[in-house]
């Protein structure tokens, strides 16, 4: 029996390649994966030959190790020729070889190593859903249905030539058109209910590869999202918001407001008019966008170096930050900072000349005990709210404390490694270890790249 979706990986992605599988089964999409769909005395090229030419669309399944892969390749390279289309789900940090890139250059990218693959499999569905529909469409029929002989080809290339010249000469054109561009590309302006009673003035910036991007001025979910807009022309996307007359749907992929979808439709004299759950009928109006856009986190971190300066001045403008987007009684719990070397992957919100650097800090608010994260600029969404948490008797960061430089400083003489890894900085409490180091009050725990750790004290009165 054949199956709709062919999973291609590298034997170190099984497990990864396993809970895709699963979650496209869970939706009634049925795939052929290797080994367990060889069927017995069947020899194992044979049976991915026989696995692909049935399938609709092939998922690749690709990290480092698939790119070293001479099997994937041969996967990719048979499902060009057979015409299925590919969806290539990134699970690592990896750029494509050469050869990779060939077949997968005008495929459209699913990243999916940021988080977990769990918080992706949505998505992922999604995604593969969408490109299946877009198979079963007349067109999608046509080209399943063309020859794959030479000859064949051949024949149905001298047809086509000759009702191309036919379209050309009716309709007094000199070339076909070309690919068509994102229906909602540019930059879109509109207000939109807070959730408070009011109004905030929310940008949307969609550019020519439909990544998007939502101003930190919109209201949650999509304050400060940035990730890719899938659009259709049609309902497949948000069947129950569509009404006849709109012009397509579109849902937001990946980040804080993964699955958000809507309709919309574009006025007589221009505008956009946006149809959703969380905000209803949005009128947007069309803006310049010759200007980068603006975000209320762009001065938090001053200085792009590393270790980070001026960490008790980063501590109080995201405080604020978080007060006016959050809870006006938001206390800072804990600030943790992160180099990410070019290998290691990640998602890097801050670039320095060492590499990219993960900062991201907790909240707590007591009037609500609701807890929140806060990753300044990262394209999952730069608040994360944690629910109700415990703080197990721990305080807020001091207004001032020991900035990083003069902590690492004080290690000088004791720390083998030439440079620090990891700092984390909280009011630890009573007395706590981790590992060997044992931490009192406020104090930062660093770590250096040989994996050694200490603790410095940190309040400076």
């Known amino acids: 029996m054949s199956k709709r979706i062919f999973v291609s990986y590298s034997s170190p992605d099984a497990a990864k390649a396993n809970l895709i599988r699963e979650a496209l089964e869970d939706h009634d999409i049925s795939c052929w994966i290797a080994p367990r769909d060889l069927a017995a005395g069947t020899q194992w090229g044979a049976g991915i030959v026989q696995a692909i030419q049935s399938s609709e669309a092939v998922v690749v399944v690709f990290s480092d190790a698939a790119n070293r892969s001479p099997q994937v390749a041969r996967e990719m390279e048979l499902a060009v020729s057979n015409r299925k289309p590919l969806i290539p789900i990134r699970v690592a940090d990896a750029m494509p ?15 999916a190593y940021a988080m977990p693959i769990e918080a992706y499999l949505p998505d992922i ?26 000859t064949g080809q051949i024949v149905w290339s001298v047809a086509g030539a000759a009702l191309i010249a036919v379209v050309v000469a009716l309709l007094m054109r000199p070339s076909l058109p070309g690919p068509e561009k994102n229906p909602l590309l540019g930059r879109w302006e509109a207000k939109i209910p807070d959730g408070k009673g009011g109004t905030a003035d929310c940008i949307l910036d969609v550019n020519a590869t439909s990544q998007a991007i939502y101003t930190d001025t919109c209201p949650t979910p999509l304050m400060g999202a940035r990730q890719t807009l899938m659009v259709m022309k049609d309902n497949t996307l948000a069947p129950s918001l569509y009404k006849s007359g709109d012009s397509g749907t579109f849902s937001f992929i990946g980040g804080g407001p993964s699955g958000y979808v809507a309709a919309y439709k574009f006025g007589f004299f221009g505008g956009l008019t946006t149809r959703d759950n969380p905000f209803g009928q949005v009128s947007w109006s069309k803006i310049s966008s010759d200007q980068p856009l603006k975000s209320g986190m762009d001065n938090i971190v001053a200085s792009p170096a590393w270790p980070l300066t001026d960490m008790p001045g980063i501590a109080r403008r995201s405080r604020e930050y978080v007060r006016a987007k959050w809870q006006a009684d938001a206390q800072l719990m804990s600030m943790d900072v992160k180099l990410l070397a070019s290998n ?19 909240f707590y608010s007591p009037g609500t005990q609701q807890g929140m994260s806060f990753t300044p600029n990262s394209i ?10 415990d703080t197990y008797g721990n305080g807020p960061l001091p207004d001032d404390f020991l900035d990083l430089p003069q902590a690492v400083a004080q290690l000088q003489g004791h720390m083998r490694a030439k440079q620090i ?28 790249q040989l994996d050694e750790r200490f603790v410095v004290p940190a309040l400076t009165k």
């Open 421 to 448: 890894h990891e700092a984390q900085i909280q009011d630890w409490g009573r007395e706590t270890s981790a590992g060997s180091a044992r931490m009192h009050g406020v104090e930062w725990m660093i770590d250096s």
């Open 125 to 150: 569905v999604t995604a593969v859903k969408n490109v299946l529909a877009r198979e079963h469409s007349p067109w999608g029929t046509i080209t399943r249905r063309m020859p794959h002989t030479r």
């Open 344 to 362: 290691q992957g990640g998602v890097a919100n801050i670039q320095t000349p060492q590499g990219g650097v993960e900062l991201s800090m907790r």
């Open 380 to 389: 999952a969404g730069a608040l994360f709210p944690l629910g109700v948490i």
């Open 97 to 111: 070889t050469d050869d990779m890139q060939y077949f997968l250059g005008v495929s459209h990218w699913f990243n």
